[in-house]
């Protein structure tokens, strides 16, 4: 089994310096590309004199993380792609369990490892910690991370499972598949794209798993943190609009529940002093808005099909219920 991994790369020399070599000396069992999003700094020349090894993908233009997979992927000759951020460190056989279990199940289409935060390592990163799910109004959530309540690795999800949805910062995935659904929606630039990527393959009736065997370190927020607007508006509108193409049963009703929800969280956000926040959930609505169209026309072209929720409102049971933990919902 051919396995790729692929690194996309804007401006990032310092997380390359500091990345790369963990994922060239654990990776030997596969192909390792840097794909360039059209830097303007000297990443790839520091690539191409530190690591010879390492293939280099030029993209024309910076278009995010979607349409810079979809432009890297099409060259690369693999069975298996390995989407991997700049800011992980992987460890020693990460790659091993992984490979195992695409072997031993045709149908699982796409895989993520544990995610543990790199500056904590005994605790789960936010961003995909033990594998996502979402509820049914489609907020996402984690095993190991719901909201900002992040838990200790205790080895409580060391079992391989079955999740709705695999982080972006390492997102295993079947070149096959990647084809059949032709990659990732380019209109989103970043953020939700593997959502989106996960519930079409859901759709299409392919499984993702967690395999905890396999288990890597995340910095997070490299490119974007938790303090930018511009990610706000990101995961807001492109939420709106993976809601939208993928849902079955009632989705209107869905749509106008989590409308009004975004607007309590824009009004959280103006009581909390961050005005620019709200601002970027109002303009992510318009821009849906703007969208609609399109995106209904990409909705009418996939198949749907529902009990994608895990809990009834990932909402109402940490707020209210006070469960703060994936165990307790």
Known sequence: MKIAVVILNWNGKALLEKFLPSVVAYSKEATVYVADNA?????????TAAFPSVNIIKNKSNGGYAKGYNDALKGIDADVFCLLNSDIEVTKNWLTPVVETFKKEPNTAIIQPKILDYHNKTHF?????AGGYLDKYAYPFCRGRIF????????QYNKNSQIFWA???CFFIRKQVFERLNGFDASFFAHMEEIDLCWRAFNFGYTSKYVGESKVYHVGGATLNASNPRKTY???RNSLFTLTKNAG????????IRL????LAAFKFLLA?????SLAVLKAHFNFYFNLPRVLKQRKLMPRKGHYFRTKSIVWSYFISKKKTFKRL
Do not use: M, R, W
Request: hydrophobic residues 40%.
């Open 273 to 277: 002093l961050k005005p620019a926040h």
């Open 249 to 256: 049963g009632n989705t209107l009703f869905l749509i106008v």
């Open 260 to 263: 009004v929800l975004d607007g």
């Open 167 to 169: 982080s972006g910062a």
């Open 148 to 155: 900002d309540t992040i838990e200790k690795d205790k080895g």
């Open 125 to 129: 990163e936010y961003a995909g910690a």
């Open 39 to 47: 830097s303007t700094d000297d990443s790839i020349t520091f690539v």
């Open 234 to 236: 990101l995961n807001f």
